[in-house]
Structure formats: structure tokens, C-alpha cells
């Protein structure tokens, strides 16, 4: 029978099934970061249970960590306490953990991959709903509650439920400044915020083939923003070529191996999904969101909607409390929107190849003088990797601030928040009421977008730039 | 796990879509070790106003509100991030049924880890329920039979048998998983030959 890539990766990993299609899955790869894990740890040892693989787990602090200098520690209390309890409870279980001065310590989606930890075809999982960013190597990874967190520690499995299988084929070629951040933005502008509930996408056609693998993982990143459990892309050669050498890949023989098993990961010709959209990509354009759901995204070169043209009564009044809260009206040019922060980072655009493309706009300019932005790399090897190749001098230069890896401004779980009413260009997921910071207003964007906003100081159109 | 049987209560309804998990409980709660204590603060920055003092217009600072055990909301409930403090800032407050026109998929999985029931039903249904909420009229929530009993009258709802037996014997998982490491041994070992590299 033909299968989807999904089908092919749940079969392989099922370890029992009940009579009503509950599934006990088996878990290949577990990252746990300091915020979502101390009660599983706790749990555990409450009720005397071991972690059944500690090699399969591996720990880092990422979301409560500093940006600044922080070879003197952490200074928020409780933002200690959490990080040291995750360094604790990983002494005490047995597993590996980049602490907070480790050189390859970063976000916990940006670390995987890096370290070959990630791989094709496994079931991974972690306790943040971004891990859908690993998808892009055709791994099935979602995002789990805590209680399931102490689950996969204690049996390496998750009781689950089968989704359904859902494709969206991005068809054509990008046009100049559309990047794999705009295609997801319009992806989910597209389908919504609910529109991948029940489902595991998978994204093929031209436009996903011709990416990158680290383009592939904006696109999987923002998955849970359509509401999906999880977002999958067939790995592909360049898939393989990525894993090659990394610290954690197979070698040697078991290389051979896993490469034979990775090339088979793929939905069959004849799969049947349950749902499927197409986009075209000379429909997509520089986008930026401007309200408190990702799902409301519009062009650079377009206007505020008015929600007066919109007809379902819940949405319309969405619609005006997002306004209301984002300090914009109906009908107003986008790029008349001023901003004050500029915010370049992430686990969704927290990559080499995002800082690239940031620094290539940015080189021999300077950012508007009314506006502060911060660039934070999603990992130290990121940041020692872009600090090799100059680019932290390009952003320095420009009046960007270059920080130390972690989640940071994303959801400003650390000092990194926006004051109320600010407003912020932002390359991160979420543009949630006070995701950034209490009375913070986010405009997501891609990183040649933020480059963009902080040169002109208003939300702007990055072909504009150069 | 506190069993779901039987909940009676005046419902109170927040009539927002989307309501995400930051609005649930924001980011400066998450720094907490334990579990609980977090009801003070769910939905803080829609409860408290930027001194830290109640916004009389919130429906939950409101009695009989703010003992309401079951809530109504907009659809695509607990968008957002996989927090699991959201359930327990819930459950902390005292809610202990969320209903809904949808749910968001790892919000809707926490519940069932908390002993929450997520009931899923149409918005006219909710509009219906709505009312009772205004005239502030208790709404019965009956997990066994799958109804809500309103006034004289009564609403079914579905919920998956694996789910609703947990919820009614309030069953550890992770004991129901352990019980199943013959199965898991199986699996690591055939794992082990043909994915040498796992």
C-alpha cells in the first residue's frame, strides 16, 4: 500500500497499538531545555523512576539565559534556579547537557541539527512547540506538554494518536526578496492559524526542493503556527550532505546505513493526503504581520485591513482588538508603519545563513537613529561562525547590538522584552499581546525585512535595499 | 490525577478566538520549579492592569466568575507555545472543563494530563451555553454520559474512549506505559539491528 512520509515514519516507530488507534510511539531523540522540564524531572523522582535512555536525551538552557555578557552567572533569581536545576537534574539522570558557557550551547532547535543530534526518519520531541523545526530533515518532531516530557523520560515512548495526512506544495520559483519566512507567512495567512489542526503537513514542490536545508527549517519552525502537530520535508541529497560529519551523525559504517534508510524517506507517488493546498510562488511577496495572530499577514506594499470588509462576526471583532492593540488603523500604508526595535534571531531565523543574508543588506549602512536592534545568533557556534566571517563587525558597524545565543526577545522570558507600546520588526514566531513584552507590539518579518526596518526606521520593503 | 466525574458550576465565558497560551499565562510565570500556584496569575495581563491591580471588567475578577469552574471561549483555544503551565494555571484557578468550538492540538493533549476535560461543541451551542453564563445559572458537566445538562435541557458531546476513561479514573500514563516494556524491550531490540545508528 502506498504510504505518505508520515505514515512511513509512525509505522516505524510503533510500538503498540490499542484496539481504538491509540499508539504507543517510540521516541529516537528527546531535547529538553530548563523552562518545560523540572516537573518531569520532579515527577520522577516523586515516584522512583529512572530515565529509561539517558543517551537519548540531550539538555541545554536556552529560553531563560542572558544575551549579555554572563561569565558572572545568571542574575535573575529564579531564572538561576531553573537553569541550575536543569544542570542538577541532569547530573543526577545521566544525561548530556551544553551548559550555559559551553561553546555549542544554544537554541535548543538550533543545537540539534547542528550537532547531527537531529537526524531523518526519527520521532523527536521536546517539551517547546518549535520542535516542529526539525521536520525539515524529514524527522516527525512536535512539541509536547511536560507531563508528556516525564513520559518520554521514563519510557521513551508517547502515547499518541494518529494525524492526518496534509500537503502543501509551493510550486514555481521565489521571486527577488521572498524568502522561505514569506512562504510560510502566506502559508499560514492561507490555511490560518487552525488550518493544520489534526493534520501533519507536508511541504513539497519546487519552491521546497530548491531551499536550503536551514531555509526548509523557517518553514517547518512556524508548522505550530498553523496549528499542525507536526511539519515534515523529505530529506533529499543536500538533506544528506547537511548531516554529514556532524558531531552526533552516524560514521563510518552505521553512515552507510542510515544514508540507504534516509533515502527512503519520502511520500510515495500515489500517497493519499486527506487535505491538500497549492501555492503559487509568484503570488508571495515580502510579508510582515500586522495584528496578534501569525495568521495575519499582509504584504509590504499593501494596508492595514479594515475589518469592516471582513463577515464573520468572531473574526471581525479579532480583527479590531488586534488593532487596537498594535496602535494601527484600518487603511493605513504598511509602510508607514515607524518602528522602534529591530529584533534579528531565533530558532526561527537564528541561522548562519539568516545572519548572511542580514549582514549582505546591512554592510556600509547604518540603522535609522531613532531605532535599537539586537541580533542574537541561535547558537555559539552560529555566533563563532558568523564572528569568523566578519559579519558581527557588519552588524556592529551598522549600530546593531550582538549578543550571546539563546531564545532572547522571542518571548522575552529574559531581559530581552519590548516596554509597552513599542514596537518591534521581529524575526522570530509569534506576535501574540505581550509575547514580547507587556503592551509590545511584533511585526513578524523575515531578516532581510528587519534589515530593511532598520534602515528606513519604518516597516520596509527589502527590495528597496541597495 | 484528580478524577473528572461529575462538574457543576456557573460557566464563565471569555468570547475571544485564538485565545493562545501566552494570553493563558505569560512568559514571567514559566520561571517556577513546581506546578503550582499559578492560578493568581492566569490571564494576567487581561486580570491585572500595568500597577498590578485588578481590571474590574474582566469577567473572572467578577463573582460569581471568579469561582467558575468550567469555561466557555472562542475557538482554536491554547494556540501557541506547548506550556504546560497553561493547564495548570487553569487548574490552579480552579477551572477544570475549557469548552470550545477547537482546540489547539498540545494544549488539548496537556489537558488530559491534568485532569481537565476539553469538550469540544458549535458555536451556537457555546451561545446557548452563553446564557446561562449572563443569567448566572449553573451548567452540569457529565463525563460518563457525555452531556452538559442545562435548565431542562441537555447537549451530548464526543470524546475519544481511551481519553474519557483516563479522565474518569484519573489513570496515571506513565504506569500504563511501563506496564508495556516488554513491548518497548521488543522494539529497542529489533531497532538495534536495523538502525544500528539510533
Known amino acids: 500500500m502506498s504510504k505518505t512520509l508520515y505514515d512511513k515514519i509512525w509505522d516505524d516507530h510503533l510500538v503498540h497499538k490499542d484496539n481504538d488507534g491509540t499508539a504507543l510511539l517510540y521516541v529516537d531523540r528527546h531535547l529538553v531545555h530548563e523552562v518545560t522540564s523540572p516537573q518531569a524531572f520532579e515527577g520522577l523522582r516523586i515516584q522512583g523512576r529512572k530515565v529509561r535512555k539517558p543517551k537519548l536525551t540531550l539538555a541545554v538552557p536556552d529560553h531563560n539565559v542572558p544575551t549579555t555578557d554572563r561569565s558572572k552567572g545568571i542574575s535573575d533569581k529564579q531564572s538561576k534556579i531553573q537553569v541550575d536545576t536543569l544542570r542538577n537534574n541532569c547530573k543526577e539522570f545521566g544525561i548530556n547537557l551544553f551548559d550555559v558557557n559551553d561553546k555549542r550551547q544554544g537554541i535548543v532547535h538550533i543545537i540539534g541539527p547542528e550537532q547531527g543530534f537531529t537526524q531523518p526518519g526519527t520521532v523527536i520531541v521536546c517539551g517547546d512547540s518549535h520542535t516542529a523545526t526539525h521536520g525539515a530533515f524529514g524527522s516527525l518532531a512536535f512539541g509536547i506538554g511536560t507531563s508528556e516530557v516525564e513520559h518520554v523520560l521514563a519510557t521513551q515512548t508517547l502515547i499518541q494518536k494518529k494525524s492526518k495526512n496534509f500537503r502543501v506544495n509551493v510550486n514555481g520559483s521565489l521571486p527577488a526578496g521572498v524568502t522561505s519566512k514569506d512562504v510560510i507567512l502566506k502559508i499560514i495567512g492561507t490555511i490560518g492559524t487552525a488550518g493544520g489542526t489534526g493534520y501533519v503537513i507536508e511541504f513539497a514542490g519546487e519552491v521546497i526542493r530548491n531551499l536550503s536545508v536551514e531555509q526548509r527549517m523557517t518553514i517547518c519552525n512556524m508548522t505550530i503556527e498553523a496549528g499542525a502537530r507536526a511539519g515534515l520535508i523529505a530529506p533529499d541529497d543536500k538533506t544528506i550532505e547537511y548531516f554529514k560529519d556532524r558531531p552526533m551523525s552516524p560514521k563510518g559504517e552505521n553512515w552507510t546505513k542510515a544514508v540507504a534508510h534516509w533515502k527512503k524517506l519520502f511520500s510515495d507517488s500515489d500517497a493519499k493526503f486527506d487535505k491538500e493546498v497549492n501555492i503559487d510562488a509568484k503570488d508571495i511577496e515580502p510579508l510582515v504581520t500586522w495584528g496578534t495572530s501569525p495568521q495575519d499577514v499582509c504584504p509590504i506594499t499593501g494596508e492595514v485591513p479594515d475589518p469592516e470588509k471582513e463577515k464573520d462576526k468572531d473574526r471581525r471583532t479579532a480583527m479590531y482588538r488586534s488593532l487596537e492593540y498594535m496602535g494601527l488603523k484600518p487603511k493605513m500604508k504598511i509602510s508607514d508603519i515607524k518602528v522602534d526595535k529591530i529584533f534579528i534571531g531565533s530558532c526561527t531565523n537564528g541561522r548562519i545563513e539568516d545572519l548572511r543574508l542580514a549582514a549582505k543588506l546591512l554592510k556600509g549602512k547604518k540603522i535609522a537613529s531613532d531605532v535599537s536592534a539586537m541580533v542574537v545568533p541561535g547558537s555559539g557556534l552560529v555566533k563563532k561562525q558568523a564572528e569568523e566571517e566578519g559579519i558581527d563587525k557588519v552588524f556592529k558597524n551598522a549600530g546593531f547590538e550582538w549578543r550571546e545565543p539563546g531564545c532572547s526577545m522571542c518571548l522575552g522570558m529574559n531581559e530581552d522584552q519590548l516596554s509597552s507600546k513599542e514596537r518591534c520588526a521581529s524575526t522570530s514566531n509569534r506576535n501574540f499581546e505581550g509575547r514580547q513584552g507587556r503592551g509590545g507590539r511584533t511585526h513578524l518579518v523575515s531578516p532581510g525585512m528587519a534589515v530593511a526596518a532598520a534602515i528606513k526606521g519604518y516597516l520596509s520593503d527589502v527590495r528597496e535595499i541597495n | ?198
Open chain 2, 1 to 198: 490525577m484528580e478524577k473528572f466525574i461529575k462538574l457543576k458550576s456557573i460557566p464563565a465565558h471569555i468570547p475571544l478566538m485564538n485565545i493562545d497560551t501566552d494570553m493563558i499565562i505569560p512568559k514571567q510565570f514559566l520561571k517556577t520549579i513546581k506546578r503550582t500556584g499559578l492560578g493568581k496569575s492566569l490571564f494576567y495581563e487581561m486580570r491585572y492592569d500595568e500597577s498590578g491591580k485588578l481590571i474590574d471588567k474582566f469577567i473572572l475578577n467578577n463573582d460569581p466568575y471568579s469561582k467558575s469552574k468550567i469555561l466557555l471561549a472562542g475557538k482554536n483555544f491554547g494556540c501557541g507555545s506547548s506550556r504546560e503551565h497553561a493547564p495548570w494555571a487553569l487548574l490552579d484557578f480552579g477551572i477544570r472543563c475549557v469548552i470550545s468550538p477547537s482546540f489547539a492540538d498540545i494544549f488539548f493533549n496537556n489537558c488530559f494530563n491534568n485532569g481537565i476535560l476539553p469538550i469540544i461543541i458549535d458555536e451556537k451551542s457555546i451561545q446557548e451555553l452563553s446564557e446561562y453564563s449572563k443569567r448566572k445559572e449553573e451548567i452540569e458537566v457529565d463525563l460518563n454520559e457525555q452531556v452538559i445538562l442545562y435548565g431542562n435541557k441537555k447537549m451530548t458531546f464526543d470524546i475519544e474512549p481511551a481519553k474519557k476513561k483516563r479522565l474518569l479514573e484519573g489513570l496515571d500514563n506513565i504506569g500504563l506505559s511501563l506496564k508495556k516494556i516488554p513491548n518497548i524491550e521488543k522494539f529497542e531490540n529489533s531497532m538495534s539491528k536495523t538502525k544500528p545508528w539510533i
